[in-house]
């Protein structure tokens, strides 16, 4: 069955600094994976997601990631980091194996605190 | 091209009664999906409607049901309430099936309080 761990439920960050979000993965088959930002009170939104193409993979406003098969990871990170960069993560990995729905399935969130 | 918009946006029950939460999915969406998060947590599958059938479900109690209809919209309802159902309720609409391969919409969800 696959699973979702994202390492620090809170990441805190100056203005500018670099933004490094940890997550590890487990998947019995080749996953997808993805990276989703909540803003207070509202829905989800994908920066990203790998579906087995390049392993860098680029989001929206500067996100990347990196799908590290040995590691079993895929790092969420962002060069200069922004005020409005403050909000709770989310990594994913789509349950490919039953029933072919694609559901997802969630880590815990880290939320990210960018100090000015 | 709509998003995906879920009502109400926020609403208070009594522990043991019932609820219908809705959703409309984005234009050209033909699956639904719904996923509870508690507070501090990341979201759970509760199930999935595709050409208006079950085609999933997540670890939820049989207390949680829902309908898609031609029009792809959708309805959670939850019977029986209990406190710990208090959570943000979210729909995600994709198309074909497979979110994970074309993309899943997230709503802005139903915030869910039970007292």
């Known amino acids: 069955a696959q699973s979702v761990t994202q390492l620090g439920s809170h990441v805190s960050v100056s203005e500018g600094a670099l933004v490094l979000l940890r997550c590890n993965y487990s998947?019995?088959?080749?996953?997808?994976l993805f990276w989703y930002v909540q803003y207070p009170n509202q829905g989800l939104q994908l920066l990203l997601k790998?579906?087995?193409?390049?392993?860098l993979v680029k989001g929206i406003n500067d996100f990347e990631a990196e799908f590290k098969k040995s590691e079993t990871s895929f790092h969420l990170t962002k060069p200069s980091a922004h005020m409005s960069d403050a909000a709770e993560y989310f990594c994913?990995?789509?349950?490919?194996?039953?029933?072919?729905?694609?559901?997802?399935?969630f880590g815990q969130g880290t939320t990210l605190q960018v100090k000015p | 091209e709509t998003g995906v918009t879920q009502s109400p946006t926020h609403l208070i029950k009594t522990r043991g009664q019932q609820v219908t939460l809705r959703c409309s999915s984005q234009?050209?969406?033909?699956?639904v999906s719904w996923y509870q998060q508690a507070l501090g947590q990341g979201p759970q599958f509760i199930f999935q409607y595709y050409r208006e059938e079950e085609n999933g479900r997540g670890n939820f109690p049989p207390r949680f049901s829902g309908l898609q209809f031609p029009n792809y919209s959708s309805e959670l309802n939850v019977n029986a309430l209990e406190l710990d159902d208090s959570a943000l309720y979210l729909c995600?609409?994709?198309?074909?099936?497979?979110?994970?391969?074309?993309?899943?919409?997230f709503g802005s969800g139903t915030r869910l309080t039970v007292v």
């Open positions: 995600a609409s994709s198309l074909a099936g497979r979110g994970d391969n074309y993309g899943y919409t």
């Open positions: 994913a990995v789509s349950d490919r194996g039953s029933g072919n729905t694609g559901k997802l399935i």
């Open positions: 998947s019995s088959v080749p996953p997808y």
């Open positions: 234009s050209g969406h033909n699956t």
């Open positions: 790998y579906t087995s193409a390049a392993t």
